[in-house]
């Protein structure tokens, strides 16, 4: 059965100071692979999609970068972040547009 | 373009009640459709789809919804709300063929004791 593996679960990090939030899928290949984020009281917000390895379609231009390095892999990152960066992030793979399937979540609190 | 309409971002009902929560598509042709459960501090999980077979869909924890073109509507219900029903829910749907899902703004549930 497929997995999605996502972490850290919590991260405080200080205003400037890089992100990399890391997110793994198991048994299941050529995914398509999403970075959502969710700010309080919000809804989600699409930030990348990936339809395969080295390709980032990104949705909001901002602070924050997408990589897929590997097929089931698929990393967030920011050279430096900013307060408005907090939030709770999500990973997500899907099969070709069906129903999406999500990771535990990272809580991102910049300070 | 697809748009999805969560009716109330907040729904309160008391424990035992029907639980009715609205979601609403904008489609030239029938989508998939999907609700989703969010527990705080946790991922979403798909609670049920529709993808064009039963109009009636039942999924996971007594939750059931009925896809209803001629309203382009697919509303969540359940008929009695028990405490660990208190969650945010989301619909989304899906353009068939396409990569993205589009999300409706959520809505939280509260369960009166």
């Known amino acids: 059965s497929q997995t999605i593996h996502q972490w850290p679960a919590t991260l405080v990090q200080p205003v400037g100071s890089p992100l990399s939030l890391e997110c793994t899928v198991e048994g299941t290949s050529n995914p398509n692979l999403y970075w959502y984020r969710q700010a309080a009281g919000r809804g989600l917000q699409l930030l990348f999609y990936s339809v395969g390895i080295g390709q980032i379609s990104s949705e909001v231009p901002q602070n924050l970068s997408a990589s897929r390095p590997q097929d089931r892999q698929f990393i967030l990152s920011s050279k430096k972040l900013l307060l408005s960066d907090s939030g709770f992030y999500l990973c997500a793979w899907s099969d070709r547009g069906f129903e999406a399937f999500f990771g535990q979540g990272t809580r991102l609190t910049v300070v | 373009a697809q748009s999805v309409t969560q009716l109330g971002s907040h729904v309160s009902v008391s424990e035992g009640a029907l639980v009715l929560l609205r979601c609403n598509y904008s489609s030239s042709v029938p989508p998939y459709l999907f609700w989703y459960v969010q527990y705080p501090n946790q991922g979403l999980q798909l609670l049920l789809k529709?993808?064009?077979?039963a109009t009636l869909v039942k999924g996971i924890n007594g939750f059931e919804a009925e896809f209803k073109k001629s309203e382009t509507s697919f509303h969540l219900t359940k008929p009695s709300a028990h405490m660990s029903d208190a969650a945010e829910y989301f619909c989304?749907?899906?353009?068939?063929?396409?990569?993205?899902?589009?999300w409706g703004a959520g809505t939280k549930l509260i369960i009166k004791p």
């Open positions: 529709y993808t064009s077979a």
């Open positions: 989304a749907v899906s353009d068939r063929g396409n990569y993205q899902l589009i």
